[in-house]
C-alpha cells in the first residue's frame, strides 16, 4: 500500500515553453472506394467524408436528422402481468424459463428502433485527371479543414472542404495554378429509394422521404441543395448534372435539412430550411467564410494543447505512422489521435443538435451496423467522456437535451413494463426517444441506459456548478432514481433490494451459456448507488424533496455490495460464476471503477485489486471501444505501462489486436464505431490527470514513453482548470490551476509541490463540496488469498481559492 502525506504549499517556479506541433492527418494517395480512408468534416448536423478521388471526387453526405420512421413507441403493453412471474422464475434458478417467457411478454413487438441514413453523395467528375503526380491530402484539424492537392499536365489542382457551423453549409473550393484550367462536371446521387434528383440552374438538388423500417412508417421529409459558382469559364445544366468548363476557380455550397422539429414533431419545411441557409452563405465570399469557420471551431479546439513529445516517425504519413507505430517511438501520433478525438466531438456534436451516434455523424450505409442509433449500454456514454474534461462542455449539450428528452417518453415505459414511477430507458434509444427494451430480449432487458445517461447530467454540474442548471436536469436526474423505489424487489434469499430481471450487459455465465437473466448483477447494483447518489446529493444543493431523498437513502443502504470471488475477480454476477477464462469484450461490472468513482485505490484497496484481477482475467485484446475503456481502467489503477500498452493495441491496424484502427484513424469495433475514439481520448486525459476521487490528481499514470511534456487546458471537478501541466524526466515542472469557482482545491501529487505566491491557510479538510465522494458498502470476499496493489507515495495539498485567480506549483 501507499501512503498519503498532507502539506501545505510555498516556493519558486522556472518558466517553460510550450512546442506546438503539427496536427494533420495526411496521405500520399487517395481513398479510392474505401470509406474509411476518406476524412471526416462536420459541424454538427451536417457531415461529409471527402475521398479526394482525382478523376472523381466523392464527399458522401449526412444530415444528422436523416432517419428511418417517424415518432412512435415501442413498449410491450404485456409485460405487466407477465413481470411477476418471470421475477419469481429468477428467484428459482429458473433462468432460461424466465428469459423465454419475456422474449413473449416483454420483448417489443414493433419497433427495434430506427436507422440513421445518408442522404447521398456529391461527385466531381474531372476529364483526364486519372493521371496525376505530386498527390497529397490532409485534414489539418487546427482548423478543421481537408485539402487535396496533385498536378496534371503540369497544371496544380486544389480542393478544401470544410463544414462551416456559422454558415450551415458544406463548402468545396476548387481551384488551379492555370487560369481556365478547371474542367468538372457535378452531380449528386442518392441511395434513398423515394427521393429525387435534379438540376436547375447553378443547383443540383435532391428532395426525399425516408423509408420505413419494421412497421413504422417513414416520415422523415429531407432537401439537399449544392450550388456550383463558377469563376470564369461556361456552366452548362443538364437535367441531373451541371458542367464547369475552363474556369478559373469553383465554390460548391452544400446545405441539408429535413422536417424534423423534435422527436414528437415533424412540421418543419425541409426545403425551405435548406434553401434559407443556403441562400445566405452564398452571399460571403470565401476568405470570410474560412474566417468565421476556423474562428467558430477554434473557440473550442484551441482550449486544449498537448505535447507528449516527438521523433522522426512522426515525418510520415499518418497510415505508415498507424503501421509502424507498434514498433516505433512516435508519442506525437498519440498527441495527433488525442486532438483528433477532440476535433471530432466538435466536428459531430454541436449545440442545438442530434448526439453523436454509434458511427457520429458519418454513416454512408441505409442499413449500417447496428442501425447507427444511440446503443447506450456503453456506447453512447463514452462518446460523451471527453467532453467535460478535455474542454468540450458545449459538445455534450446535445446528449443533455436527449437525456431530458429520455426522462419524458421513458415515464410511459415505466408505467407500462414496471408499474413504475420516475422514467426507465434500456440499452438502446433513437432519434424518436424510445425507451423499450431493442433486439433479442436476452440483452434488450437491461433497463439501466436511462440512470447511466442520468449520470451524465449530474457529472456536468460537477463541472460547472451551476444550480440553475441543476435545477433543470433535477427533474430527470430525480426520475431516474424514482424509477428504483419502485422498481427493485427483494431477495428471497440475502434480503438486498436487487434488479429483477436485468443482466451484465450481453455476457452471460459459463455455467449458463446464451442465458443472460438474472438478478442483481454487479453493473446493475452500481448504476442503481450512483442514481440515487446524485439524486440525494442534487436534491441537498437545491433545498428539494427531503424526504424523498431520504427514501433514497433507506433503498440505496439494502444495495448488495460488491463482492470479490473465489479467483481474487470483482465478480460479475451476485453469485460467485465468474469464469477466470471469460475474455469478452464487456467487462462491465467494472463501471465501479471507471466512469465510476466507486472503486479507488485509496478508499476501496480490496476493490481495486480485484478489479486489477479481472482485467488481467479479460485479458488485452478486444473491440476498439472496448479497448478505449481498458485504457482508462488502467490508468484509474495508476498503471501507466499498461494503459499505454492499449493504446499502442488501438493504435493498429484493423484485426491486428482484435479491433484496431482505420487508416482514417476512425476507431474499429470492427465495423466502424466512433466510441473507441472518445474512449481512447479519455483514457489518455486521465492518464494526465484525474478529478473524481476527492482531488485532482496530476500524472496518476504517466507511462516512461511520455517521459517529458505538457498539457494545457484540462477541466477537473469542482470549477478548476488545469492552465499548464509540464513535466520534465517523468518529474512535474510547472503546474498551474485556475479556480472559476472559489473554494478548496485539493491536489494530488506523486512528488513534493511548492507555490510560487502565499496561500491562504486551508483546512486541511476537504470541504469542497463537488469532491464529495460518497463511501460504498465494504465488500464481500469469498477469496482467501487477496494481494494488495502497491502504489506510488502521494502528497495532498489543500489550497484556498478564490473564484477568477490563478494557482501555479512547481518541484519543491
Not at 485527371?129 to 496544380?156: C, F, M, P, S
Request: glycine residues 8%; charged residues 20%; neutral net charge.
Amino acid at each position: 500500500m501507499k501512503k498519503t502525506a498532507l502539506l501545505l504549499l510555498g516556493g519558486i517556479l522556472p518558466l517553460f515553453s510550450f512546442a506546438q506541433q503539427e496536427l494533420k492527418l495526411w496521405y500520399r494517395q487517395p481513398a479510392g472506394d474505401v470509406w474509411t480512408a476518406a476524412l471526416p468534416v462536420g459541424n454538427g448536423r451536417l457531415g461529409g467524408m471527402v475521398f479526394g478521388n482525382p478523376a472523381e471526387e466523392i464527399i458522401q453526405l449526412n444530415e444528422g436528422t436523416v432517419w428511418t420512421g417517424s415518432p412512435n413507441r415501442n413498449d410491450n403493453p404485456d409485460a405487466l402481468a407477465a413481470l411477476p412471474n418471470i421475477r419469481q422464475l429468477i428467484f428459482d434458478g429458473k433462468y432460461k424459463e424466465a428469459q423465454e417467457l419475456a422474449v413473449e411478454k416483454i420483448q417489443s413487438k414493433t419497433s427495434h428502433g430506427q436507422m440513421y441514413q445518408p442522404v447521398g453523395s456529391l461527385h466531381l467528375a474531372f476529364p483526364g485527371h486519372d493521371q496525376y503526380q505530386h498527390y497529397y491530402r490532409e485534414l489539418d484539424i487546427k482548423k478543421a479543414i481537408a485539402k487535396t492537392t496533385y498536378t496534371v499536365n503540369g497544371v496544380q489542382y486544389t480542393r478544401e472542404v470544410f463544414a462551416s457551423v456559422p454558415a450551415q453549409a458544406i463548402i468545396v473550393r476548387l481551384s488551379s495554378s492555370k487560369p481556365g484550367a478547371l474542367d468538372f462536371s457535378a452531380y449528386l446521387t442518392t441511395p434513398q429509394k423515394n427521393a429525387a434528383l435534379k438540376a436547375a440552374g447553378k443547383d443540383l438538388t435532391v428532395n426525399g422521404t425516408t423509408g420505413s423500417h419494421e412497421g413504422v412508417e417513414g416520415k422523415v421529409q429531407f432537401s439537399g441543395i449544392a450550388r456550383v459558382i463558377a469563376s470564369g469559364g461556361s456552366v452548362v445544366t443538364g437535367d441531373t448534372l451541371i458542367t464547369v468548363k475552363g474556369a478559373n476557380d469553383a465554390l460548391i455550397f452544400i446545405s441539408m435539412a429535413t422536417n424534423y422539429v423534435n422527436y414528437k414533431d415533424l412540421s418543419a419545411d425541409a426545403v425551405k430550411r435548406a434553401t434559407d441557409a443556403l441562400n445566405i452563405a452564398v452571399k460571403q465570399p470565401y476568405a470570410a467564410l474560412v474566417k468565421s469557420h476556423t474562428l467558430a471551431y477554434q473557440r473550442y479546439f484551441d482550449r486544449v494543447k498537448i505535447d507528449l513529445g516527438t521523433s522522426d516517425a512522426s515525418k510520415e504519413p499518418t497510415d505508415v505512422r498507424l503501421a509502424n507505430f507498434s514498433k516505433a517511438y512516435d508519442p506525437q501520433f498519440v498527441s495527433l489521435y488525442f486532438q483528433f478525438g477532440r476535433y471530432l466531438l466538435i466536428s459531430c456534436s454541436q449545440p442545438g443538435g442530434q448526439p453523436a451516434t454509434l458511427q457520429g455523424l458519418w454513416n454512408g450505409e441505409m442499413r449500417p451496423p447496428w442501425d447507427s442509433k444511440y446503443t447506450i449500454n456503453i456506447n453512447t456514454e463514452m462518446n460523451y467522456w471527453p467532453a467535460e474534461k478535455d474542454n468540450l462542455p458545449e459538445m455534450h449539450e446535445p446528449l443533455i437535451q436527449m437525456v431530458k428528452e429520455l426522462s419524458v417518453t421513458g415515464q410511459g415505459t415505466a408505467r407500462t413494463l414496471y408499474g413504475a414511477r420516475g422514467w426507465v430507458a434500456h440499452h438502446n434509444t433513437d432519434l424518436w426517444r424510445i425507451t423499450g427494451p431493442v433486439d433479442k430480449i436476452y440483452w434488450g432487458i437491461w433497463s439501466m441506459g436511462g440512470a447511466w445517461l442520468a449520470q451524465h447530467l449530474w457529472e456536468r454540474y460537477l463541472y460547472n456548478g451551476d444550480k440553475r442548471y441543476l435545477a433543470d436536469v433535477y427533474p430527470a436526474i430525480k426520475g431516474a432514481a424514482l424509477f428504483f423505489v419502485d422498481d427493485l424487489v427483494e431477495d428471497p434469499k440475502r434480503k438486498y433490494l436487487v434488479v429483477n430481471p436485468g443482466n451484465s450487459p450481453e455476457n452471460s455465465p459459463a455455467s449458463r451459456p446464451g442465458v443472460y437473466f438474472d438478478a442483481g448483477c454487479t453493473m446493475d447494483n452500481q448504476i442503481v448507488f450512483d442514481a440515487l447518489s446524485a439524486a440525494i446529493n442534487a436534491a441537498d444543493i437545491l433545498g428539494r424533496d427531503a424526504k424523498l431523498a431520504d427514501t433514497f437513502r433507506t433503498v440505496r443502504k439494502r444495495l448488495p455490495p460488491m463482492q470479490i470471488g473465489q479467483y481474487g475477480q470483482l465478480q460479475e454476477w451476485i453469485d460467485d460464476i465468474d469464469n477466470p477464462k471469460d475474455e469478452h469484450r464487456h467487462i462491465s461490472h467494472l463501471y465501479g471503477l471507471y466512469p465510476s468513482a466507486q472503486i479507488s485505490p485509496d478508499r476501496t484497496p480490496l476493490l481495486a485489486s480485484a478489479a486489477n484481477t479481472t482485467l488481467i482475467q479479460r485479458g488485452d485484446v478486444s473491440t476498439g471501444w472496448s479497448m478505449g475503456w481498458k485504457v482508462n481502467w488502467w490508468a484509474r489503477l495508476r498503471n501507466g505501462e499498461h494503459a499505454m500498452k492499449l493504446i499502442t493495441n488501438q493504435l493498429n491496424p484493423v484485426g491486428k489486436h482484435g479491433g484496431g484502427t482505420y487508416t482514417n484513424l476512425f476507431d474499429a469495433h470492427a465495423p466502424f464505431q466512433i466510441d473507441g475514439n472518445f474512449g481512447c481520448t479519455s483514457g489518455i486525459t486521465e492518464m494526465l490527470m484525474q478529478s473524481h476521487d476527492g482531488a485532482i490528481y496530476v500524472l496518476p499514470a504517466l507511462p516512461s514513453q511520455w517521459k517529458s511534456g505538457s498539457i494545457k487546458g484540462l477541466r477537473a471537478r469542482g470549477g478548476f482548470v488545469v492552465d499548464d501541466l509540464v513535466w520534465q524526466d517523468g518529474k512535474i515542472t510547472k503546474l498551474v490551476i485556475r479556480s472559476t469557482l472559489g473554494g478548496n482545491c485539493r491536489i494530488r501529487s506523486n512528488q513534493p509541490l511548492k507555490a510560487t505566491q502565499e496561500l491562504k491557510k486551508a483546512s486541511g479538510e476537504n470541504s469542497n463540496p463537488f469532491y464529495q465522494v460518497t463511501p460504498v458498502a465494504e465488500a464481500l470476499i469469498h477469496s482467501k488469498d487477496v494481494k494488495l496493489l502497491e502504489f506510488a507515495e502521494t502528497r495532498l495539498y489543500d489550497v484556498a481559492t478564490e473564484k477568477g485567480k490563478t494557482y501555479v506549483f512547481t518541484a519543491m
